[in-house]
């Protein structure tokens, strides 16, 4: 059982690594982070995950692809800070949670419409909307929420 | 958890579950509101998975409640 302070710090090395980047780790980049054998890292990224839900783990793989509000593989919720378009939100709900990773920064979120392809956007700045674009903009929760599978939430 | 142009978009959706037509339409305010409470604030502390992530459940039914969306639809089963 890995301690608080531990799960924290390995935590808070995905998590900033996702804004770094755009991408989570390897495990054996955690391990080599943290000073640990390769075994120990792959374990302590399983225990993060285990730890912080809804994160997961490509099934039947040591490789992390969601990571709230990040998202490993492209969604269709392209995300840009300063000009760049290096991230990707899980879903369209944490969408709206990237602005608390770059703060006092503008974050755009751009997207198709499911229904029809043509494109939505908005940004943000510390929690605040500056732009949205069409106004009529909704969000949709298609499946209702069950304790234990938020995955399912995401289709 | 999707985004659309509008609400009339949504009910065109080829993927739409009837059952989640109305129920499942949420303002991008609300939204917003919601992923931006409190805990939502402090994903880059070094203490957020001990100190902050334990708060999320509770903020996020005071969030349900404040919305108006107290069905377990929403709050969940």
Same mark, same amino acid.
Do not use: F, I, K, Q
């Given at each position: 059982m890995t301690d608080a302070r531990t799960l924290d710090r390995a935590f808070q090395f995905i998590m900033r690594r996702f804004a770094d980047t755009g991408r989570g780790p390897h495990y054996t980049e955690l391990a080599k982070a943290f000073g640990l054998p390769v075994e120990e890292g792959r374990q302590r990224l399983h225990d993060v995950v285990k730890a912080f839900s809804p994160s997961w783990l490509h099934p039947e793989t040591d490789y992390l692809v969601s990571f709230p509000p990040f998202h490993s593989l492209p969604t269709q919720y392209r995300v840009t800070v300063d000009g760049q378009q290096k991230w990707f939100a899980q879903c369209g709900f944490e969408a709206t949670a990237m602005t608390w990773l770059f703060p006092g920064k503008t974050v755009r979120v751009d997207a198709p419409c499911l229904d029809c392809g043509e494109p939505l956007a908005f940004e943000m700045r510390d929690g605040q909307f500056?732009?949205?674009?069409?106004?009529t903009m909704v969000g949709h929760l298609n499946h209702p929420r069950i304790a234990g599978k938020d995955r399912l939430a995401f289709l | 958890m999707n985004l659309f142009r509008s609400e009339e978009h949504v009910s065109r959706w080829? =993927? $739409?579950?009837p059952a989640a037509a109305v129920e499942g339409l949420i303002p991008l305010a609300d939204l917003a509101a919601w992923f931006g409470m409190?805990?939502?604030?402090? =994903? $880059?502390?070094?203490?957020y998975l001990s100190r902050?992530?334990?708060?999320r459940d509770r903020e996020r039914r005071a969030a349900m409640e404040h919305l108006g969306k107290t069905t377990p639809f929403w709050l969940g089963s």
């Open positions: 500056l732009r949205v674009e069409p106004a | 080829a =993927l $739409l579950n409190e805990s939502r604030r402090h =994903l $880059l502390d070094d203490d902050w992530y334990p708060e």
